[in-house]
């Protein structure tokens, strides 16, 4: 399916304005690092975290964007088409989760260091210097971090780009590298201002491109929007749990969307740098908290829409096409021009937001935690060769997956759980300090990670636990560990700043 010339144009206007936001980033950081550079700023803060220039707004909308990929984009609506609005307890359950992780992870992460793991190593007490053990710790948790996400990322990007691929009649290898050198290119630019105020505008294009879609399934129904939504709720489509289902199942929803958000917005690089990056703590703490009423209002947008879709499809008789192309093969096949652009854009937006914030994290990650000794002076050639070496290492995952059947959803599971490990560790090293001690060594960072995946395999292959619990199981799983681990160790000849206290 071809996309018509203004189509094409609504396309490209959005590409144009995605970079002329990152050329205007770039120039102001210019201006914010030369007004900073009396006071201590350092350049590589100013690439990785906007020199602390983050605004509320620029926060809030990058963290919402960044939380939408175009897999989202499209099977959030046919979650609902094939169940109902049950997926609404992992959101109830995250919007919950962000007013904890605001007031009490923020806080003890801001201003310890460029990533997350930085702070971790730092500790609770912030302390200046980290010692050989805490190094070599912080590297292990950070390549972790980097081999995990850039699977989770590149199962994103395939998804993204199989859509893209059909509406510009491309293949998909070649939609991988368009999307994947845009999102490069305008990160160069700008670094994480960049990336914070051109996810602000994608944001704004997928929201109105959600509301689009609402108002153009409405316009191809003999029926009105009204009509379609009575019948979606005549036939339980807004029902929050599934036939059968309990209001206990609703709860344990309610809490895996608490840990998994735990995870993702507490302790993920991907969200983390834009809170380090903030002018300061409060701004912060409100650009995430607030952050959960868009992203509640941006999953009813989805939601529903699934339910409008399911009542166009059911009124009409028409047959299903396959499951994962319910929406998409509306926009290809019903959605008039210039609206059917807008899609597209919408599609590329959902894309773009995800990837930048990844390619910015592991490049900060790699720098900042894998790199030893002296920063060089060339760092911001540097830079650009590790931004360029990610962005390759991402297509060349995403087109390995693709070859391989079924690892998509494999990709997405491993991504999923691969946040328990991380949110253990924090909770034993900033949470329960008091009552857990142990070294910040690669050794104890290693076994962490192996209990929490056999908490969560065991979970999974043996025991039967409720599922949706499972990185909440691999989170307990670790922290048991840790704790039993802390009273069998003798601490007495490791420096504090490497320890729990």
Known sequence: MQLSSLDVAVVVAYIVLIFSIAVGANVFMKKHSLAKRKGGLKAIENHYLAGRSITFWEATLSIIATE?????????????????????????GACLSRSFISWYFIPKIYGKGLTIFEALARGIHGYSDIRQEGQTGKRT???????????????????????????????????????SLMTYLYIMLGGLKAVVRTDMLQATIFILGGFMAHYVVGKMSNLTWGELAAFGLENGKFNLWTTGGSFISFIYGIIAGAAYDAATHGVD???????????????????????????????????SLGVIIWS??????????????????LIENYFPTPVKGLMVASILAASMSTLDSSINAMSAVFWNDLMGGEKSKMFR?????????ITVAIIIVAHLVSLIPGAIKIGMHFAYLSTAPLLAFFIC??????????????????LSIFTSFLGMGLNHFRFGFNPQLTIL???????????????????????????YE
């Open 381 to 389: 050639v540097y830079i650009n060769l590790d931004n360029f070496i």
């Open 473 to 499: 199981v691999g989170v307990v799983t670790s922290v048991v560990f840790m704790w039993i681990y802390s009273k069998l160790i003798d601490f007495s000849n490791t420096p504090k700043e490497n320890t």
């Open 429 to 446: 090293r900033m949470m329960l300090s008091k009552y857990i001690k142990m070294s910040y060594s690669s050794t104890l960072i290693i």
């Open 312 to 329: 166009y499809y059911t009124k009409h008789g028409q047959s299903v096409p396959h499951p994962e192309k319910i929406f998409s093969y």
């Open 269 to 303: 690089q991907d969200l983390t740098q834009k809170f380090l990056g903030a002018k300061d703590v409060k701004t912060a703490q409100q650009a995430l908290a607030w952050s959960s009423v868009g992203s509640l209002l941006v999953n009813l947008v989805f939601l």
């Open 68 to 92: 939408f990929s175009a897999m989202a984009f499209l099977i959030i609506p046919t979650y609902v088409y094939f169940d109902n609005m049950n997926y609404l307890k992992f959101v109830i």
């Open 141 to 179: 948790f950070a390549f972790f971090y980097i081999f995990t996400k850039l699977v989770g990322v590149s199962v994103k990007l395939l998804g993204g780009s199989i859509l893209i691929s059909e509406f510009f009649g491309i293949s998909v290898f070649m939609a991988m590298v368009m999307i």
